[in-house]
């Protein structure tokens, strides 16, 4: 598994040299950027994790390097950190107002930046898993209120049971399914089968089993392993 990766903008090869070992001994990955046209080249290749960019580079502001960042898919929402070594009353205000996640003060402390770094990376780690988790589940509602749809239009007589098939299909991305009908006496009976080249019992038996398990998974109302 990538360790989390963390992208140092800094002019100075010292304060760099030092951030990046910092880091390094507590298990990340570094790549370092000298100025902001290169941190920016990273940024888009790379998707660093988390941002820590000087104020003042030789090309452009931190805070010009951060508005580019903003832009780009990749470090959209990651945390970007200022470091600067003097912060006047008037610098600080405008600093806080362009977005940085947090403001570090040189000459930082090794455990200040590591203890700063993994609050923040950890940070967007779990909300990065709540976003997929809630798109996962976002994606799965589609489907189960689209299959719904379908086999509720079945019922009513107003969608053949075969197109029904063909959208229950659809909507959950797969190329081969079948539609078994329950009889007034409880009796499984295959209705219809999609995306088998020939006879499609022996098939659908060995996917989805036998007319006995099929029978109590209708019955318990939860997948049967």
Do not use: W
Request: hydrophobic share 45%; with cysteine.
């Amino acid at each position: 598994m990538r360790p989390p990766t963390i992208l140092v903008v800094e002019d100075d090869p010292s304060t760099r040299e030092l951030f990046r070992l910092t880091l390094e001994g507590a298990g990340y990955a570094v790549l370092e950027a000298p100025d902001g046209a290169t941190a920016l080249e990273l940024a888009r290749s790379e998707a660093p994790n988390l941002v820590l960019v000087d104020l003042l580079l030789p090309d452009m502001s931190g805070i010009e390097v951060l508005q580019q960042l903003r832009t780009l898919p990749t470090t959209e929402h990651a945390p970007v950190i200022a470091v600067s070594g003097f912060v006047s009353q008037r610098e600080d205000v405008r600093v806080a107002g362009a977005g940085f996640t947090d403001v570090l003060l040189k000459p930082v402390e090794p455990s200040h930046l590591l203890h700063t770094v993994q609050v923040f990376e950890r940070q967007a780690s779990l909300n990065d898993g709540l976003v997929r988790r809630s798109a996962l589940q976002a994606a799965e509602l589609a489907v189960v209120s689209a299959i719904s749809e379908a086999l509720g239009r079945a019922v009513s007589g107003e969608v053949p049971l075969e197109e029904t098939l063909a959208r229950c299909l659809d909507a959950g991305g797969v190329s081969q399914g079948a539609l078994y009908l329950v009889d007034e006496e409880g009796s499984l009976h295959l209705a219809g089968a999609i995306g088998y080249r020939s006879d499609p019992l022996p098939a659908v038996a060995s996917c989805f089993g036998h007319a006995d398990l099929l029978r109590q998974v209708m019955l318990s109302g939860s997948v049967v392993a």
